[in-house]
């Protein structure tokens, strides 16, 4: 419940400053800290962020980078028909007008591929997300705990 009405709040307090800009935007987002022994088999960091398109026209994600990782990707999770987990690069992520995207783990995430360091917890990993209409956007993402569940859960601590 708490995460909903945090939502709502979040809803309602970008509603006022978007008039005057409108399109796609990245509103938040975060980043988890890599796991030392992880990161010696597979250097691959993985970061969340919200997007909400409050333009009136469909746009799609076309690029993605970040100075901390030679490859970026939209990844997403979920499992077969027999329960098995995947996890598979999305292609051209778009977002209808009004829609609001949250990613999340276990879903939606972005995948920094080939990291020349493992993301620590309190350091920044700036993402470059271009659009197709909308152009490119840069945002900072904190990087929390590896086992964080993201700010939300780290305020409600
Ligand atoms: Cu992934």
């Known amino acids: 419940m708490r ?3 945090f939502a709502a709040a979040l809803t309602v307090a970008t509603a006022a400053t ?3 800009d409108e399109g796609v935007h990245l509103l938040s987002g975060w980043a988890k800290a890599s796991h030392p022994a992880a990161f010696k ?3 691959n960091g993985v970061a969340y962020i919200t997007i909400e398109n409050t333009g009136t026209e469909v746009d799609t994600i076309v690029k993605l980078s970040s100075p901390k990782a030679r490859v970026t990707e939209v990844h997403e ?3 077969d028909e027999k329960g098995m987990p995947f996890m598979r690069k999305v292609k051209d992520l ?3 007008p009004g829609e609001k995207m949250e990613m999340h783990p276990g879903g939606i ?3 920094l ?3 020349p360091e493992p993301l620590k917890e309190g350091e920044i990993l700036p993402v470059t997300v271009t659009f197709e209409h909308a152009g490119d956007e840069t945002i900072e993402l904190k ?3 590896f086992r964080s569940k993201g700010p939300d859960a780290e305020a409600a601590k």
Do not use: E
Request: a negative charge.
């Open 3 to 5: 995460s909903i009405l």
């Open 18 to 20: 978007a008039q005057a």
């Open 41 to 43: 088999v597979n250097k």
């Open 77 to 79: 999770m979920g499992a």
């Open 94 to 96: 778009t977002f209808d």
């Open 109 to 111: 995430h972005l995948m």
């Open 113 to 115: 591929i080939d990291m």
């Open 143 to 145: 990087v929390y705990p």
